[in-house]
């Protein structure tokens, strides 16, 4: 059951704010919180000298994330008990919580899923045969601690300088397209970032209208964790106008067009967010949420269920659950792939069908599977392989590229002593390829 809209004025920081500034898009991205500084402004005494200090010490040694929360996010935490708010937890990250022995896995890196060994061009995914990603900007009106793309997205962090995208935009956009024109196997276009929702809506009317255009593009996903993060943005009548026109460009093109959000925690679907979703859905534009699996925020079985059943409340498909990346400082989230396997089982048949989401593992250098389709799985060492049944446009004349196994890894500290072990000693020379014995 969808709980009753948080009462921002309860935060000290909020106050004093009216409903009208509250749901003004505008103001909540005026009001975000970038410093920790601003999250003593807000939430008073109820943020603690400890819990306090400890995201300081972060920001300052661990953070591959800049802060930025907006308003709303932060009235969805219990502010009486913030140290354990699962929002909090992926969103705010207290130093004390990362993993003090492997806070990053050895065979993890910034780009963990190896996205840019497979642009086509730049800013451009192609890994599956049907579909692509692409890359429209690298920052969002909120920034999440455990970022797949923390290489690119956001600002640069005292522990991590960012990489920068090297064409100029207009060109950048006009040489995906011609790739997109030209690669006709090409039916299903997701369009992220970062969050579209820092793309201004005459550019993203634009560069989707172009999309609409090829005649082999069948469907288009707008990716915004906006909608549940800043569901004011979503209101707003300039851009509900915009997404208005695409969606009828959409039909006319007979184009399917949905938006992908970002929810982790049923406390993040509130009246607002509803409302904000069943705007989107009167202009026949699909919903569906892509959650990841957070130790400390949703990996157990009620979590997800509960996340599952507010999202059907909302009218918005549980999609996917994808285990979290293996991105630096990201361990202490991070679960192994027995437990995602066995969440995936107490799943089962408490969901109809369609709206049970699926777990997957984004397996690095080859893509997401559902985490059952495992090839071979060594749970004292955590070491799991899988097999690819497709190849990229990259590997045309490579014969054994359909068939090849990729490994994926488990957090060291959730391994038996054994597995332990064999990490300490096989770390430093151990290679992301490395293959079974």
């Given amino acids: ?64 994330m800049p802060m930025l929360v907006p308003p709303h996010m932060l009235s969805t935490m219990d502010e009486t008990a913030l140290a354990d708010d699962p929002v909090r937890r992926y969103m705010l990250p207290a130093r004390c919580e990362r993993e003090p022995t492997w806070p990053t896995h050895p065979c993890g890196g910034r780009d963990s899923l190896r996205e840019a060994e497979m642009w086509a061009v730049e800013g451009l995914v192609h890994r599956y045969p049907g579909k692509a990603l692409v890359e429209l900007l690298a ?61 201004p809506m005459p550019l993203l009317e634009s560069f989707a209208g172009e999309l609409f255009e090829i005649p082999h593009v069948r469907d288009v996903r707008l990716a915004s964790k906006s909608l549940v993060a800043l569901p004011q943005h ?19 093109h007979d184009v399917e067009l949905a938006l992908h959000t970002h929810a982790n925690h049923a406390c993040q679907i509130t009246p607002i967010v509803v409302r904000a979703s069943a705007a989107l859905r009167d202009l026949g534009i699909q919903l569906r949420n892509q959650a990841v699996l957070l130790n400390g925020v949703n990996a157990d079985a009620e979590s ?36 995602a396997q066995e969440l995936q089982h107490a799943l089962m048949g408490l969901l109809p069908g369609f709206a049970t989401p699926r777990i997957v593992c984004d397996v690095p250098g080859l893509g997401k599977l559902w985490v059952h389709q495992v090839d071979e799985y060594d749970r004292e060492r955590g070491i799991s392989w899988w097999r690819k049944s497709w190849a990229t446009p990259f590997e045309r004349d490579d014969s054994e590229a359909a068939g090849r196994r990729y490994a994926y890894y488990d957090p060291i500290h959730t391994l ?21 014995a």
């Fill in 1 to 64: 059951m969808i709980r009753a809209e948080p009462d921002w004025r309860r935060l000290p920081g909020f106050r004093n704010v009216t409903r009208s500034e509250w749901e003004s898009a505008r103001w909540q991205r005026a009001n975000s919180v970038r410093s920790v500084r601003g999250l003593e402004d807000i939430f008073g005494a109820h943020l603690g000298d400890a819990l306090c200090a400890e995201i300081a010490a972060d920001q300052r040694e661990a953070a591959v």
């Fill in 416 to 436: 038996p002593e054994a597995g332990r072990s064999w990490w300490e000693s096989e770390s430093s020379s151990l290679r992301a390829e490395a293959a079974p």
């Fill in 234 to 252: 979503f209101l707003d009548s300039v851009v509900l106008a915009g997404l208005e026109r695409l969606a009828g460009r959409a039909r006319q």
């Fill in 304 to 339: 997800l269920l509960a996340l599952s059943l507010a999202l059907r409340e909302a009218r918005v498909t549980p999609y996917y659950v994808y285990m979290c990346d293996m991105v630096p400082n990201a361990e202490h989230w991070r679960t192994p792939l027995w437990l």
């Fill in 139 to 199: 920052t969002c009106p909120q920034y999440c601690g455990h970022c797949t793309r923390m290489d690119l997205v956001g600002g640069d962090t005292l522990s991590f300088v960012k990489n920068r995208f090297r064409t100029v935009r207009r060109d950048r956009y006009e040489l995906m397209l011609d790739y997109l024109r030209a690669t006709e196997s090409v039916t299903d276009v997701v369009l992220s970032g970062g969050d579209l929702a820092n793309v």
